[in-house]
């Protein structure tokens, strides 16, 4: 399956959370029971260090047999972040095999001290 592309903005200081749905091709809710995912969000996409990970492992990620993937940073983590740039986010079964599920920018708000 094809990469699919969405942006995503995220306000400094503040708890970011995204639901993503996935389906399969014949309109039937992925399932995800025993993947692992992982995201990383880089500056830019040469970059080899990313400004965050997301994973499943670290708790940032979690997939479901409901096709949800949720993506989540507490409002402590987004206070410490000072950049966007792009993403990807991967899963991978428990065979070993991966999938490149969604990729896109990963917008950053910074706030605003009146």
Do not use: W
Not at 54 to 66: A, C, V
């Amino acid at each position: 399956m094809t990469a699919g592309s969405y942006d995503m903005t995220c306000e400094q200081g503040t708890t970011f959370i995204r639901t993503l749905t996935v389906k399969n091709p014949d309109g039937s809710l992925r399932d995800f029971t025993d993947f692992t995912g992982r995201m990383h969000v880089r500056r830019r996409i040469t970059d080899s260090t990313p400004i965050i990970e997301l994973t499943s492992e670290n708790g940032r990620l979690s997939l479901n047999s409901d096709g949800q993937i949720v993506v989540s940073l507490s409002a402590s983590e987004t206070a410490a972040m000072t950049d966007g740039g792009v993403y990807d986010l991967e899963i991978e079964n428990s065979t070993g095999d991966v999938e490149r599920v969604i990729e896109g920018k990963f917008n950053f708000k910074f706030e605003v001290t009146r």
